[in-house]
T-cell receptor, first 116, second 114 residues
Framework: AQTVTQSQPEMSVQEAETVTLSCTYD???????LFWYKQPPSRQMILVIR??????QNATENRFSVNFQKAAKSFSLKISDSQLGDTAMYFC?????????????FGKGTKLSVIP | DADVTQTPRNRITKTGKRIMLECSQT?????MYWYRQDPGLGLRLIYY???????NKGEISDGYSVSRQAQAKFSLSLESAIPNQTALYFC?????????????FGQGTRLTVV
């Protein structure tokens, strides 16, 4: 079974600064997907960024980027120019690829507070 | 309108009562999921369905049952609610076409069992 570990239950960052959230995972699969989801106080789950394991290039979405280290099974999220609206719970998630394996395994989450 | 709609948004129920949480989607996806979120535990999979006739248990299915009434509808039932089923419940969908496994979530149902 796959496991996802987020070792930082809470973090804070000053507005406009950069913060990195950590995520490690364990799997014996070679092909899979990794995700970061954001959950603001509205409790909606919002996809922030997605990485396909067979792609070596790190995914980026505007101010959000990942550092994907496949050998180390590490998938960290970097938020640049932090904004107050980035305050939320952030969940790292894993999904196998291939038929019958699309359910997500989540980490326990990191609560990020952006301080004005 | 939301692509994945959960009803109710909030519910308080008594121990021992039967309760159903409903989920409907307009995305045309054939895969649907029910997750439970508890503070400090993240989201855990309760049940998932890859089509109307294919329903599977997830990590924490005990005490729950599901019904896939149609491609667009997937309901979660608590046959006899207990206080430790107090949690935030999410329905999600994903597409079976290609390799895109992005999940789309409903807005969640906060359930309190007293």
């Amino acid at each position: 079974a796959q496991t996802v570990t987020q070792s930082q239950p809470e973090m804070s960052v000053q507005e406009a600064e950069t913060v990195t959230l950590s995520c490690t995972y364990d799997t014996s699969e070679n092909n899979y997907y990794l995700f970061w989801y954001k959950q603001p106080p509205s409790r909606q789950m919002i996809l922030v960024i997605r990485q396909e394991a067979y792609k070596q290039q790190n995914a980026t979405e505007n101010r959000f980027s990942v550092n994907f280290q496949k050998a180390a099974k590490s998938f960290s999220l970097k938020i640049s120019d932090s904004q107050l609206g980035d305050t939320a719970m952030y969940f790292c998630a894993f999904s196998n690829s291939g038929a019958g394996s699309y359910q997500l395994t989540f980490g326990k989450g990191t609560k990020l507070s952006v301080i004005p | 309108d939301a692509d994945v709609t959960q009803t109710p948004r909030n519910r308080i129920t008594k121990t021992g009562k039967r309760i159903m949480l409903e989920c409907s989607q307009t995305k045309g996806h054939d895969r649907m999921y029910w997750y439970r979120q508890d503070p400090g535990l993240g989201l855990r999979l309760i049940y998932y369905s890859f089509d109307v006739k294919d329903i599977n248990k997830g990590e924490i299915s005990d005490g729950y049952s599901v019904s896939r009434q149609a491609q667009a509808k997937f309901s979660l039932s608590l046959e006899s609610a207990i206080p430790n089923q107090t949690a935030l419940y999410f329905c999600a969908t994903s597409d079976s076409e290609g390799e895109n496994t992005e999940a789309f979530f409903g807005q969640g149902t906060r359930l309190t069992v007293v």
